[in-house]
């Protein structure tokens, strides 16, 4: 039986080329060599997203966006967080095993601290509970279906390693009820630019999307940063935004080039800009048809998320059912 690989995205903006080439595009790869699960992390975006309607636009986007890039759903388990609800009944257990100074040190809610401190704000000001205990959520998510490996961005590490910290408590109460998951981290798209130089964040606005109309693809295209080199002057790729993206989709050959004009002299930026979103044009350009029609039959994604819960709540069932025994829980009734 092959091993479990989960991953998932939060669905708080448009999906961005960033997604897609720190997790979407290798979680798709696992897909190849595990039993694969992929899940819309809805409840954690009420962390921030408070409008119903935004959320539910934001959850057929994501839905949209990995089918387009070519999930299949008979394949995998593609399935909406919130149609699980072993997941919360885990969490609760969870958050039960997990120490609060664990929490404390979570990167993103020590962000937020330290944001209020400099601005002279009281610590927790704007800070809800449920992005403190986000980390046990994600938890519950991994852990509920046995995952064996989870492809994380370098920024999601310290969460897995929470993860592990808190079934290894777990474990070391009830004895090995839990599987304990391992990071797998892609060392060469750990980190993608955005265009001001920053990760590529929807929170720093500063992303590129997957499936934008054309002429909102070039206009941050255009916008990413760059020194004021003429193109005649030799340029460090390794210190170029424009070049940090168009590497990972131009074939080796076209790379190599490249690198060759940046350091000898001859590239100006403005035509490596053009050329970037013409490769991400060819890249997802036919896919963007095959989202927008889609997202235009959001019943046919409703019915392929329902059946993706379907069979991962069957993964699910049987691992609370020994975790409730764990406890002390009786069976459900």
């Known amino acids: 039986m092959k091993q479990i690989t989960l991953t998932g995205i939060k669905p708080t903006g448009q999906p961005h080329i960033g997604n897609y080439l720190g997790m979407i595009k290798p979680a798709l790869e696992l ?5 694969a699960l992929y899940f819309i992390a809805d409840y954690h975006a ?24 070519g999930l299949n759903p008979d394949e995998v388990i593609f399935y909406r967080q919130s149609d699980i609800p072993e997941v919360f009944e885990l969490s609760w257990v969870l958050s039960c095993f997990t120490a609060k100074g664990l929490l404390n040190r979570a990167h ?6 330290d944001d209020n401190v400099t601005a002279g704000r009281e610590e927790d000001k704007n800070i809800n509970a449920g992005l403190f205990t986000y980390p046990v959520l994600m938890a519950a998510d991994i852990l509920l279906f046995g995952t064996h490996v989870v492809p994380v961005g370098l920024d999601q590490q310290q969460h897995l ?32 630019p955005g265009i001001d130089g920053r990760k590529m964040s929807k929170s720093y606005n500063n992303v590129i999307p997957i ?15 760059t020194d004021s080199k003429r193109p005649e002057d030799p340029k460090d790729p390794e210190a170029c935004h424009i070049f940090s993206i168009y590497r990972h989709f131009a074939d080796a050959d076209a790379v190599a080039a490249k690198q ?13 800009k053009q050329e970037l979103f013409e490769l991400l044009e060819a ?9 927008n029609a889609l997202m235009e039959n959001t019943d046919a994604l409703d019915e392929i998320l329902e059946k993706g819960a379907e069979k991962a709540r069957a993964i699910a069932a049987p691992i609370m059912a020994k975790v409730r025994k764990a406890v002390g829980m009786r069976p459900y009734v």
């Open 31 to 35: 897909a190849k060599d595990y039993q």
């Open 46 to 69: 009420l962390t921030t997203v408070k409008d119903k309607k935004q959320l539910q636009e934001l959850t057929y986007q994501v839905a949209a966006t990995w089918l387009a890039l």
């Open 108 to 113: 993103a809610y020590k962000a937020i601290v």
């Open 161 to 192: 390693e929470i993860t592990r910290d808190v079934a290894l408590t777990f474990n070391g109460n009830y004895s090995n009820v839990l599987t304990i998951p391992e990071a797998v981290i892609r060392e060469e798209v750990m980190t993608i």
């Open 211 to 225: 499936f934008a109309p054309s002429n909102q693809v070039l206009k941050p295209v255009k916008r990413i940063v």
């Open 260 to 272: 060759e004009l940046y350091l000898n002299g001859g590239l100006a930026y403005g035509a490596m």
């Open 283 to 291: 890249t997802f350009g036919k896919k963007r048809d095959r989202y």
